[in-house]
T-cell receptor, first 115, second 113 residues
Framework: NAGVMQNPRHLVRRRGQEARLRCSPM?????VYWYRQLPEEGLKFMVY????????ESGMPKERFSAEFPKEGPSILRIQQVVRGDSAAYFC?????????????FGEGSRLTVL | RKEVEQDPGPFNVPEGATVAFNCTYS??????FFWYRQDCRKEPKLLMS???SGNEDGRFTAQLNRASQYISLLIRDSKLSDSATYLC??????????????FGQGTILTVHP
């Protein structure tokens, strides 16, 4: 069984460009969470999505960041007009939604570097 | 004050040593507690859940003190493979947002021969 798949694993962008990070949850999982880990810091919750719905986006920056989880296809975290401070590891996690937090599985992360 | 605070370390211990990590959390409404492990440049992985009654998994023992809002992890007989960053994690949301976790900064452990 494939785990949570994220791509690209590494992404380099220049300031002002757009970054798109994709996450395919584990088979049978319909709940997706995005977290960001800045250098030397802990993971910070960004957004929680179910298919076609944003459930909780309380951790998303107010501007330039958006997320979606369409009916078909992966969840996408989109960062417009990237700045150097966006350089971080972005982790996606998925769950079935019927268990507890212990059933959250993380992908290997996408590392964004903004030049 | 950070929601979840950990001593960042690093802890450098010899193989076979016993090492303890501590963590405090600020939200008294927190409902679930965990220790995760994160290897360098890898994703975090669940090590164990933490219960008020305390729980043990092999060489690892976790304790929770709700009154003091304090969580601990004890590793006995350390192995080289235990070298990693240990993350104290709290879930305050409950309900349908149980995957909304609050992570501590992490405690770095290095076990040397």
């Amino acid at each position: 069984n494939a785990g949570v798949m994220q791509n690209p694993r590494h992404l380099v962008r220049r300031r002002g460009q757009e970054a798109r990070l994709r996450c395919s949850p584990m088979k049978g999982h319909s709940h997706v969470y995005w977290y960001r880990q800045l250098p030397e810091e802990g993971l910070k919750f960004m957004v929680y999505l179910q298919k076609e719905n944003i459930i909780d986006e309380s951790g998303m920056p107010k501007e330039r960041f958006s997320a979606e989880f369409p009916k078909e296809g992966p969840s996408i975290l989109r960062i417009q007009q990237v700045v150097r401070g966006d350089s971080a590891a972005y982790f996606c996690a998925s769950s079935r939604g019927t268990g507890g937090p212990g059933e959250l599985f993380f992908g290997e992360g996408s590392r964004l570097t903004v030049l | 004050r950070k929601e979840v605070e950990q001593d960042p370390g690093p802890f450098n211990v010899p193989e076979g040593a016993t090492v303890a990590f501590n963590c405090t959390y600020s939200n008294s409404a927190s409902q679930s507690f965990f220790w995760y492990r994160q290897d360098c440049r890898k994703e975090p992985k669940l090590l164990m859940s933490v219960y008020s009654s305390g729980n043990e998994d092999g060489r690892f023992t976790a304790q929770l003190n709700r009154a003091s809002q304090y969580i601990s992890l004890l590793i006995r007989d350390s192995k080289l493979s235990d070298s990693a960053t240990y993350l104290c994690v709290v879930n305050a949301a409950g309900g349908t947002s149980y995957g909304k976790l609050t992570f501590g900064q992490g405690t770095i452990l290095t076990v040397h021969p």
